[in-house]
């Protein structure tokens, strides 16, 4: 049977099915603005599809599945992004949401919140629960087939929600891009499995 397009997790959040693929990663010829830690360009083969979530994890999320919310921006309410997050408190995440689903946890953690320390406990192509997507598998979702300067346009006031007030909104207020992922581009900064 083949795996859906996408899934309603137990904590809440929609997963979207990203195929596996080659894509050229980096700074490409239509994005400019480019960091020097985005090159020099490179050829990346994704052997196994993986979910990603539709948004970025929301602070209702979060705090339903962990029981409080560390936002700054908590006034925002629980359809905004979830922030002040370290990468240690998101695999903390991570594992939660994979217990409920009983799933693998695919990080060893002791502690709790912002004095969580966490090592990678699988390697990520392997562990079936929930985990941050590699820096890889981040930029083919956000890049979706396509090579604009933000993910899903050129024009960041299309699909970046909080362009020019430095503050977050509300997710999926904007366009998605092509793989109907919202936030990709905008919004709060999101982790990644490694750097």
Known sequence: VPAPDEYIALHGGTMIKIDSQTFVMGCTAGMSDCHGDEEPLHVVTL???????ETEV???????????????WDDCGGGCPVERLTWHMSAVFANA?????????CYTC?????????????????CEGYRLSTEAEWEAAARCGEDTLYAGSNDPEEVAADWGSWTPKN??????????LYD?????????WDW
């Open 47 to 53: 052997t196994n599809d993986f979910y990603i979530s």
């Open 97 to 105: 949401v994979s217990d409920l689903e009983g799933l693998e946890q």
């Open 58 to 72: 929301t602070q209702g999320e979060y705090e339903a599945v962990m029981g409080e919310n560390p936002s700054f």
């Open 184 to 192: 990709m581009s905008g919004n709060v900064y999101e982790w990644c």
């Open 171 to 180: 997710v999926a207020t904007k366009a998605p891009n092509t793989c109907g």
């Open 110 to 126: 002791t502690g709790a919140d912002t004095s969580a320390s966490c090592a990678i406990a699988v390697d990520p192509y392997i």
